[in-house]
């Protein structure tokens, strides 16, 4: 595990952003199959309005990111916005990183109104200690059960 140093940096970016392609590339190469997702909803320019991704640095380093958006995996569900593709690069775990990419995320979801966040996901006990509730469970389209979290804020 790397010790993280005061030189991590998070920021909101979107296609305009000279972050937007290192990101892409980063998600895209990482070990987590949803990395190439997100690098496709990258290309595509996917994000409209508020939606953004999230990018952690390490001086100029990307190691780890998220999204925030208007909707998640899951069709027809009422829920808005999401915490989404959550991840840190193996080297970089151990550092509390995804809690302060959620932190982050939630800091710029109550800058523009929003008072509650919602992340979709198979994990147990995972975002219970971010302070997330399950509130739903639904089918992916790829057939597993996924739970629907909540933190409200």
Known sequence: VRQV??????????????????VRNYAEDCSWRAGKKLASAMDNNEFGDWERVIAVTDNEKVCGYCTISKKDCIPNADYTP????????????GNRLSKQLIEYAIDYLKNIGYDRVYIVSDHENLYEKYGFRVIDRKIAPWGSEEKIYLREF
């Open 82 to 93: 999401y915490i989404g593709f959550i991840f840190v690069g193996e080297e970089y775990r």
């Open 5 to 22: 140093n005061k030189c991590m940096n998070f920021k909101a970016i979107t296609s305009s952003d000279e972050l937007w392609q290192r």
